[in-house]
């Protein structure tokens, strides 16, 4: 039988090996007759944390940065709190000065509130005080969404709850990059992902004004509040309506804008996030806003009007609550400090309150002539044969995402047709596309000649 392998023996880094032996220290018969053992610097830790750390008011916080060791040590060294504290409770694992809990499928030791006081302050009540303090909703810990504790039914104490700590700053303090979400119910929203840059697509003169805004408050907005000390004043979000006729690129133009400004840019799945049950739409939100905020990433909320339609005038319970979603929503999409992009097809759709707050409206066409023209000459594979085939289908009314069936289409007829002796050509064909066109009309309603 192998030796059991303690926390002390293992090659730790000196943030967890410093916890080890707070942990021990405390556990002591009389801590007092020995001295605590001393916080690391900063420079000797071993974590990437020390990379983040300066640009959270806590840097200088001893006992702040030992609750983050707290909260991080279950993921980095699950076994640190058991071999610590077993180690000196050698007859028993029941020791409620400690706190602690087991979860449902982790079967260690969970640092709870009460586990930062002991450890940190023993039997110092003032100390004491403070330590419960840094878990307050206006400290950076919850301020920044990095680590709180878990809420309990108002008969249990506050400091039972177990500390938990925000799976992307886990990943951010243990490997210096956060993981991408998942899509989930607790994060219903997909990466919109382009390879497309902004030479790629066609934009009217107007629109591209707008894109050009986009990008300049994504890159001097926080250098201009921060450095000019304008967080008082300012708002720290950015709301921009996109509305206009399906097709006519309000999508695309964001997943660009991500790409351009190197931005991750997600699509949130309304279907996953309404819900018919009271308060449940504002919760899901909520999950949703928390998980995004201070992560720089631009929210896409498409077809918005099916959330944040207009109010209504209240003619039963049910108007009263779907009211009051509204107002959540208006509340909170002002509270979000990043990019929030609401796209609908009828501008009119959306609620009065929302359309008075946005930062800039911007307006999606169906595209002009020498525009279709243009994204036509675009759409085209690189190495195809195309001829004057941009020319001549140039007058029918189509939006940008009809274009791309069309060729799509007509891609396939061209393969289908292709010869041995094409090898490196794909020759496009104006009865292929013309049918792509009719096809797309046809969709539409409207009349092809």
Same mark, same amino acid.
């Given at each position: 039988?192998?030796?059991?392998?303690?926390?002390? %023996?293992?090659?730790?880094?000196?943030?967890?090996?410093?916890?080890?032996?707070?942990?021990?220290?405390?556990?002591?018969?009389?801590?007092?007759?020995?001295?605590?053992?001393?916080?690391?610097?900063?420079?000797?830790?071993?974590?990437?944390?020390?990379? &983040?750390?300066?640009?959270? #008011?806590?840097?200088?916080?001893?006992?702040?940065?030992?609750?983050?060791?707290? !909260?991080?040590?279950?993921?980095?060294?699950?076994?640190?709190?058991?071999?610590?504290?077993r180690s000196k409770l050698k007859e028993s694992d029941d020791f409620?000065?400690? !706190?602690?809990?087991?979860?449902? #499928?982790? @079967? $260690? &030791?969970?640092?709870? $509130?009460?586990?930062?006081?002991?450890?940190?302050? =023993?039997?110092?009540?003032? @100390?004491?005080?403070?330590?419960?303090?840094?878990?307050?909703?206006?400290?950076?810990?919850?301020?920044?969404? +990095?680590?709180?504790?878990?809420?309990?039914? %108002?008969?249990?104490?506050?400091?039972?709850?177990?500390? +938990?700590?925000?799976?992307?700053?886990?990943?951010?303090?243990?490997?210096?990059?956060?993981?991408?979400?998942?899509?989930?119910?607790?994060?219903?929203?997909?990466?919109?992902?382009?390879?497309?840059?902004?030479?790629? +697509?066609?934009?009217?003169?107007?629109?591209?004004?707008?894109?050009?805004?986009?990008?300049?408050?994504?890159?001097?907005?926080?250098?201009?509040?921060?450095?000019?000390?304008?967080?008082?004043?300012?708002?720290?979000?950015?709301?921009?309506?996109?509305?206009?006729?399906?097709?006519?690129?309000?999508?695309?133009?964001?997943?660009?804008? =991500?790409?351009?400004?190197?931005?991750?840019?997600?699509?949130?799945?309304?279907?996953?996030?309404?819900?018919?049950?009271?308060?449940?739409?504002?919760?899901?939100?909520?999950?949703?806003?928390?998980?995004?905020?201070?992560?720089?990433?631009?929210?896409?909320?498409?077809?918005?009007?099916?959330?944040? !339609?207009?109010?209504?005038?209240?003619?039963?319970?049910?108007?009263?609550?779907?009211?009051?979603?509204?107002?959540?929503?208006?509340?909170?999409?002002?509270?979000?400090? !990043?990019?929030?992009?609401?796209?609908?097809?009828?501008? #009119?759709?959306?609620?009065?309150?929302?359309?008075?707050?946005?930062?800039?409206?911007?307006?999606?066409?169906?595209?002009?002539?020498?525009?279709?023209?243009?994204?036509?000459?675009?759409?085209?594979?690189?190495?195809?044969?195309?001829?004057?085939?941009?020319?001549?289908?140039?007058?029918?009314?189509?939006?940008? $995402?009809?274009?791309?069936?069309?060729?799509?289409?007509?891609? +396939?007829?061209?393969?289908?047709?292709? #010869?041995?002796?094409?090898?490196?050509?794909?020759?496009?064909?104006?009865?292929?596309?013309?049918?792509?066109?009719?096809?797309?009309?046809?969709?539409? $309603?409207?009349?092809?000649?």
């Open positions: 039988m192998e030796p059991e392998i303690k926390p002390g %023996q293992m090659h730790m880094p000196v943030e967890f090996e410093y916890l080890n032996k707070l942990i021990e220290y405390r556990l002591q018969d009389n801590p007092h007759d020995s001295p605590a053992p001393s916080f690391p610097s900063i420079d000797s830790w071993s974590l990437p944390a020390k990379d &983040f750390i300066s640009s959270f #008011n806590f840097e200088k916080d001893n006992d702040a940065l030992t609750v983050l060791f707290m !909260g991080l040590a279950p993921h980095a060294v699950p076994e640190l709190f058991d071999h610590a504290i409620p000065e400690i !706190g602690g809990m087991r979860g449902k #499928n982790f @079967r $260690g &030791f969970l640092p709870t $509130g009460q586990t930062a006081v002991f450890l940190l302050a =023993g039997d110092d009540w003032e @100390r004491r005080k403070k330590i419960e303090q840094l878990f307050w909703s206006d400290k950076d810990f919850a301020k920044k969404k +990095i680590l709180w504790l878990e809420e309990l039914p %108002q008969s249990e104490p506050v400091l039972s709850g177990k500390i +938990i700590m925000a799976l992307d700053y886990v990943d951010l303090f243990l490997t210096g990059s956060s993981a991408p979400p998942h899509f989930s119910t607790s994060f219903p929203a997909k990466k919109i992902d382009t390879k497309l840059s902004i030479n790629d +697509i066609v934009l009217s003169k107007e629109i591209q004004r707008h894109y050009k805004n986009l990008e300049d408050w994504i890159k001097f907005n926080q250098p201009f509040i921060y450095q000019w000390d304008m967080e008082k004043r300012v708002p720290k979000g950015f709301r921009v309506l996109f509305y206009g006729p399906p097709g006519t690129g309000k999508t695309l133009t964001a997943g660009v804008l =991500g790409n351009e400004t190197k931005k991750d840019v997600y699509k949130i799945d309304l279907s996953m996030v309404v819900s018919k049950y009271i308060g449940e739409t504002e919760k899901n939100l909520e999950l949703l806003f928390a998980r995004a905020e201070d992560k720089d990433w631009i929210l896409f909320f498409d077809e918005a009007d099916a959330i944040f !339609g207009k109010r209504t005038s209240v003619r039963d319970a049910h108007d009263k609550y779907a009211n009051q979603e509204v107002s959540y929503l208006l509340q909170r999409i002002e509270d979000y400090n !990043g990019l929030v992009i609401l796209a609908t097809n009828m501008k #009119n759709n959306i609620d009065d309150a929302f359309v008075r707050r946005f930062n800039d409206i911007v307006k999606f066409s169906v595209p002009n002539e020498d525009e279709r023209k243009e994204i036509w000459e675009k759409s085209f594979p690189e190495m195809a044969e195309y001829g004057e085939i941009p020319n001549e289908v140039k007058k029918y009314k189509l939006t940008g $995402g009809n274009i791309i069936n069309a060729v799509h289409f007509a891609g +396939i007829q061209a393969l289908r047709r292709r #010869n041995e002796s094409d090898k490196g050509k794909l020759l496009f064909y104006l009865e292929d596309v013309s049918d792509g066109i009719k096809k797309e009309m046809a969709k539409e $309603g409207k009349p092809f000649e």
